[in-house]
Each structure stands twice: as C-alpha cells, then as structure tokens.
C-alpha cells in the first residue's frame, strides 16, 4: 500500500482578474448617446419593414436581419412593464440598495429599455405605471445620462 | 474614467471604473496543497512519477497528463532542487499588465524553464539574474525561498533562482 | 466519415488597429453579410449559426448573447466557442460535424475580436490561460511563448538572426497585396534586425499585431453545394490535436516542439496518402503568430526537415510565386483579430482554391492547400482543402 498524499489542510489561494475595457459604440448607438447628452432626447431606430421601433438603437433588426436607418425622436416618457427591487449592495451596482431596476416601454417604442427607477416608494412600484426620465445634470453620453426614472405627474 | 470621442463616434469604458475587477479562490487540490506545504513548512521541493511512463511532474499533480494514470502516493515523491539547470529562458523588456493586479508588471524580468537537480522535470521561474550578457543555457541556478515566516504556502515562496558558480 | 462538406461563402471585414466607427455586433453582421452574399444566398437559408471570439479580449461575457441581431443568429441554432487562438479553425470543425452529421445543410460560422477593446491588453488577457496556482505569475502570454520557439531554434541550428527576417518582409510584402491585411509595412531585411527586444530573440517585428476584424464562412452539404456555386472548396479532411498546455513539467521532452501539431500532420497525411506535402499540396496557409514560427512549425508540420525549414525562405520557396507558397496572405503575422484569425487561414486558403484571392493570388495553380490553427492551450487544428472531390 503506498502512503496517502494528504496535506495537513487543503489549500486556496486568493487571486484576481483585474483589466480595462473601452468599447466602440458604433455610428447607431453613438447617435443615440449623443442626442441623449448634447439635447436630453431619446432617439429610436424604426425598421419599415417590421414596423418596430427600437429603444436603444440598434444597425439590424432582429427579426428581418434588415438594416434600419429611419430614425424616430421619442418624448421620453414611458410605462413600467416589469420591475424588480435589489436589496443587497455590490461595488459594481449603479444605486446603493434597496433600488429599483424596471423595463420601461418608451412611448413610441417596441421595445423596452432596462432602467433604474428613482424618486419613488419602492413598495408602491406598479407594473403599467406611468414614468418619466431624470437626465443627469454632468451628462457623458453614457446610458446613465438619463440618472433614472420617476413616477410621471 | 472619461468616455472618449472621436468625430461623432463614442468609446465607452468598462462599467464604473472602466475595468473588470474579479477576484477568485483557487482550489489547490491534495496533492498541490501537500507540494505547497512542505515548501511552506520544510523549504523542501517535490516532483512525483507516473507509475506508467516514468515521466516526473513538478509540482507534483494526480493524474499523469500523458497516460491518463492516477498518480502513486506521498511515498513515491522525489525531493529535487534546490539546485538546477536552466534549459531556455526568456528576458522581457516590454511592460504590460499584470492580470492579477490591474497593474503594469516590473521590467525587465527573466522567466526561465529550470530542471531541477534530483529528477528529469522542470519548473517555469523567475531567475535574479536579467542581464542577457549574464545569462546562458545551461548555467546553474539555486532557488532563494522567503524567510520561513513570510512564506504562504505558493509557488511564490521560492522568490527566484539565483546564479551559482560550481 | 459523415457527409461531404463545402466551403461555399466567404466574407471578412478589413482587418484593422480600430473599428471605433462600428460595435461588436456591427462588425460581426459586416463579415456575416459579405459571406451570405458571396454564397449569394440571405439568413432565411441558413439552419445554423455559429460564433466564436475570447471573453476576456472584449471583457465580454457570452458575446454570442448580445451579437444575435448581427450574426442572423435569432430563433436558430447555433454554439458559442472559445478555444484561444485554434477559435476560428474549432469552428470550422465544429461547423463541418453540424453538416457532415446530416444534423443541418447550411451553417454560417463567424469568428471576431475586437482586441482594440483590451486597450492593447491583449496579453494580460492571455496570461489569465495559464494555471493561476502554478504558471500565472510567470506567464509572459504568446510573446514569451514564442520567444523560446525562436531562442530554440536559432540555439539548435546556429542560423543567426537572419531567417526570421527573411520570412517576416515576405509575410508584409505579401500583405501589402491584401487588401484586408491589418500591416501594411514595407520592410527590409535591416528594419526587422533593427526592431526593438520584446523578449529576447524575439522583437516587435516578429510578431503578429493586435487586430480588429471578423471573418464569417458559409458551409454546405454536397447536395446543397452543388447546387449553389459552381466553385465549392471542399473540406476533404481535418484533425484536432490537443496537448498539454506547459511542455515544461514534462522534461526532458525537448521544449520547443509543438507536439500537436506533428501529430495532427502525421494523421492527416497518413489518411490522406501525404509522403510528400510540399509536392502533394499546393501551399500553405499557416497560423504563424510570429516570423519564426513559420520557420519552426513547417518543420513541426513536417513539411521539410528539421534545419531545414530556414533555408526554405531564404531560396524563395514559400514566396508567392515558390514551389509551396506559405502565408501568401500575409498570414497572422500581418493580421490578427484572434477569434477569427484561424478562420482566415481557411477562408484565404479557400479563395486561392477557387482563384479568387485577387493581388495576392499564387502563381501557380492551387488545387489542394493546407490550413493550420494554433492556440494558447498549444494545440492544432489542420485542415486539408481540394478543388475536386476524391
């Protein structure tokens, strides 16, 4: 019999992956990011063949695998279709807990943007409630110019 | 970190800090957690045969990586080192990030691939030596580990190899 | 064996430092559209899309979940796959068994970087490969891995600085024939002995850059292409070969071999009848992530004899117009967006099949040629194309 290979205490070892990223927007999605910074307006992206309208833009459309260039200025404005609440906190969170992140159809659009909900009673959150974008006041064209959205009056 | 533009095109960094920043626990297994402990606790290195091949794995592992074997016990580990030749090394001149700490790695820095003196393996490491003129295949090399005290039981226990003259 | 298996659409983007005009998706749906054209069919013919590119270089997880609009991929099949530098050849492969498999007829594989993303990173990201309990620290990514395949050669056959020189201005001047090349370098001889130490032997100028672009192939049963071009390349045979990552645990093993890549070549020739490639194939397409591993690997490849391979670029032989043209596309060297690097051996081995490869085209006719992958995890892919079915 040969002698078991046991160490005293199974070891792990602490380690980390830590490395910077910077991502091209693209034209579409530029546009959409500048428009949102430079004038607080939501663009959408229309396919005419498929009649939708998307919020964020995109080049192709999903379903036709067309290109889309029929640009639509929505109001910004919208409807909470789906929410949920966080109620833990990570570094990488964009709100300290408890906060809120929904899908919010824009009015206009087809499709619903992921968002966070600000300025607003966490227990009384309503799918179909109306709601309306915050912008930040030091905007970077990022899709955190719009801080969050709050209840609609 | 700032979002870039150039034109009317927008680069958008990574997240809040512009960077992933993940951490992680290994899992060392017996027999690397065995390896690390005697480096740890006696300043001893192991290296142990496959019963079916002959062939050394330094540090010492489970399965043979050639013939799909279970490797025998505690036993049959061979003590090398802390002497050895070097085989190929290779000096970098250029910085780049290191992954582990998200920031740029200390230049210049030899790596080199070791046989260490007590069996036919090797092991990759860092040799104290970086000057090109000073450095050759076949030279011999000595592990330096860290104070018994500093040690943490990883391969970083042995700082580097130091040139020896025999 | 499965089913007979063509390459019948071809489509690649320029290969360039940035894409900052266009995103992933957008990049991806650039090199798909071109294929789908160039087999001249659209998405609806397509019964599944595969897609292949490194997490890490983008910092992206699951790319293929985010990309779907851009590759045609909605509501149908398809696998992500990473497998490091061998991506774009593992999908070629895994493409070929979703066809040879009777499974779908036609499947559109795309293989992408954007390694502009990294911010230059690329080989931080590459390092994070090797076992972080016992290799990690002391990784140096390809460049060191590389700088010991040309340390070793030039230690064992004594031939200087001077080859991976000749075969690196080869490698530039046929990218300037490319137009989709990332470098567009016109160099001496001088300007690669004059180029800065990365890792010593090896300098900047021996290695391949850190690219953006994306390549997309369209694969098709016999049935199917035959009726869809009058050109297919077929794909006659491959093999993947795997090995240990870390040859060092394994001493004396000698160091600078690739194994799996002398395995694969044995394999595929033995079944295909190979004694001689260089006379039994047309040309080359190899992933030569630096000018000596062109050198090396030919005689890993077992194209020539070991020593031999050096002297090879030096009479010309694997220039444009050799006896066995090796990298006329300029190779990995001038170009290398890694998720679709390994594809683009094949594509370009495929246009030189089929006459197509434009200023870069051979001079002599190509009826059989050869493409290799290799990846980090040292391992191969080999393929071998014809014009003409057996």
Known sequence: ?153 | MATEQTQDLIIVPCGIHGEMNMTYRWGAGDFLSKAFEELRDNGKIYANECPQCGRYHLPPRKVCGRCHVEMDGFDKWVQVGPRGTVLVYTVTLAPFLDPETGKPRHVPYCVATIQLDGAPCALEHFLKETNPENLKVGMRVEAVLKPEAQRKGDLGDIIHFKTVQE | MGRRVAIVGIGQTLHKKRHIDRNHTELINEAARKALQDAEITIEDVDAVLNGNMDLFEGHNLMDAMTVEGSGAYMKPGLKMNTGGTTGGTMVASGWYHVASGKYDVVLIIGSEKLEESGGNTTSAIITCADPLTLRPYHTGAVGALAIVAASYMNQYRCGEEPGAIVRVKAAGNALKNPYSHLKLTLTVDDVLDSAILIWPLRLLHMCPQSSGACAIVLASEEKAKKMTKKPVWITDFVTSHMEAWRATFAPDPIPSMQSQTDSAIKLFKRNGITNPMKQVDMFEMYDPAAWAEIAWLEDFLICEKGEAWKLAEKGVTALDGAFPVNPSGGVQSTNPIGATAMIRVAEAALQIRGDAGGHQVTKNVNSALASSFGGANWTNLFLLKKNLD
């Open chain 1, 1 to 153: 019999m040969s002698q078991e290979t046991k160490p005293k205490a199974p070891l792990s070892i602490e380690g980390a992956i830590i490395l910077p990223y910077r991502y091209a927007a693209g034209g579409v999605m530029s546009r959409f990011l500048i428009a949102l910074r430079d004038s607080k307006k939501t663009l959408g992206i229309r396919c005419s063949r498929c009649n939708m309208v998307y919020v964020p833009p995109r080049e192709t459309c999903l379903h036709c695998f067309g290109r889309m260039d029929e640009w639509v200025e929505l109001e910004g404005s919208g409807t909470v279709e789906s929410y949920t609440v966080v109620r833990y906190s990570l570094p990488v969170h964009p709100m300290a807990a408890p906060f809120a992140f929904a899908l919010i159809k824009l009015d206009g659009a087809d499709t619903s943007l992921t968002h966070l909900l600000g300025e607003i009673d966490l227990e009384k959150i309503k799918v179909g409630m109306k709601v309306e974008p915050v912008y930040s006041e030091s905007r970077k064209a990022s899709i955190l110019d719009i801080s969050y959205f709050r209840p609609a009056n």
